[in-house]
């Protein structure tokens, strides 16, 4: 499988390469008087993943096909990313996410550009 995801076409959509991965772990932190403090991670999956995406001055009809896709996902619906990930088999790793936030740029005559938000949830 190639790096990003297919929309409803089954059209392989992949990123620009400077795609941003944001990895934040959720802790549950408590602070004695004395300077001390104790950690524990917060639940089963206590890793929150963020990935900022951009399709740069692509086709019109492409971009538009993008945002069909991301509107039809309406941030609801999971749909699966695949990134790079050289500790997996095959050097890839999918993973499912969902997008509530997107934009669509007019860049100029029929070329457009879209960034999205792609964040990480865990379900089958």
Do not use: H, W
């Amino acid at each position: 499988m190639a790096i990003g995801f297919q929309d409803l076409g089954s059209v392989q959509r992949t990123p620009d390469k400077n795609f941003t991965k944001k990895v934040e772990p959720t802790v549950l932190k408590i602070q004695f008087g004395d300077g001390y403090e104790q950690r524990i991670a917060e639940g089963i999956n206590s890793i929150k993943e963020t990935y900022t995406v951009g399709f740069t001055n692509r086709p019109k009809a492409e971009i538009d096909d993008i945002v069909a896709f991301l509107d039809n996902k309406k941030g609801t619906t999971a749909f699966s990313y695949t990134i790079p990930d050289t500790n997996q088999g095959g050097g890839e790793r999918t993973v499912k996410v969902v997008c509530e936030d997107y934009s669509q740029n007019y860049v100029y005559d029929d070329f457009y550009s879209c960034t999205a938000t792609f964040r990480r949830v865990y379900e089958p």
